[in-house]
């Protein structure tokens, strides 16, 4: 089989997607790892397929893999990619679109090359949990927003231990049977973080994730008075900017703003 693909860029993390409004592509766990694979395909975080709206819910809707072949509920980053991405290959000339996820319904707005993505309401807040480690106890904070992301807290993001720490804290038994997404946030000043995070899934650090800043800019008004908006530098060099509305400990409103960028196109024989 031949596939037509492109390949998009939120911020860093990187996505293939495709048109399957026809049902014809269906692909295997292993077949998504291939295509995933850096150095033996196309090389991404993820991919996903445009596809109808069965529900009726939405505009639109999408299958979204990991790179490892799982599926995943929601992406941020991804999100924003695959809304433009739509525009493009279905004339879309309203300024809104709407997709389902299995995190739920998600709207985005366009402005150039940047997206706005409205995201579900977040949910699972756990604060202040002392984890144990092989170091010794970390103090964790938990947020599912789309999917579910630890945050912790570091005085500087280029010195934390993503790839260690990380994957050890994705696969405690503190976050089973599924896991978590592992964040490593620095405070940068008022209304400022920088973030790295390492991604179920990907099963290690990405450049970008936008559920990921996304929790820590809400754990950080709660843990550090933080007020929207909240501007996140990720590893990718780009900036991520959140905004949302507060309620106590609750949230509604997020929005997760920025760039989504075509980097090239093509095709792959499968």
Request: charged fraction near 20%; hydrophobic fraction near 40%.
């Amino acid at each position: 089989m031949t596939l037509d693909f492109v390949k998009m860029s939120g911020a860093g993390n990187d996505f293939i997607l495709m048109d399957n409004r026809d049902g014809r592509i269906s692909l295997t766990r292993e077949q998504v790892a291939r295509l995933c694979h850096r150095q033996f395909g196309i090389g991404a975080d993820g991919i996903m397929l445009l596809i109808p709206c069965q529900s009726g819910k939405a505009d639109w809707a999408w299958t979204f893999y990991n790179s490892d072949g799982s599926d995943a509920e929601m992406c941020g980053n991804g999100a924003r990619c695959f809304a433009r991405f739509t525009q493009r290959v279905t004339g879309w000339s309203r300024p809104e679109l709407s997709f389902e996820s299995l995190a739920g319904i998600i709207r985005a707005t366009f402005d150039g090359d940047r997206v706005t993505i409205q995201l579900t309401a977040p949910h699972g807040l756990r604060l202040n949990e002392s984890v144990p480690i092989r170091s010794g106890p970390v103090t964790v904070h938990s947020l599912n927003t789309g999917v579910p992301h630890a945050v912790v807290y570091v005085p500087d993001a280029d010195q934390a231990m993503v790839q260690e720490l990380g994957s050890e804290l994705r696969h405690h038994a503190h976050f089973a049977p599924r896991g978590t997404n592992v964040n490593f946030a620095q405070i940068k000043g008022p209304g400022h973080i920088r973030v790295r995070t390492y991604e179920r899934g990907v099963e290690g650090e990405t450049l970008a994730c936008g559920t990921g800043v996304t929790a820590s800019a809400l754990i950080s008004s709660l843990v550090h008075g933080f007020t929207s908006p909240v501007r996140v530098q990720v590893q990718g060099g780009d900036e991520l900017i959140i905004t949302f509305s507060q309620h106590d400990k609750a949230f509604d409103n997020v929005c997760l703003n920025g760039p989504a960028t075509f980097v090239f196109e093509g095709r792959i024989e499968l």
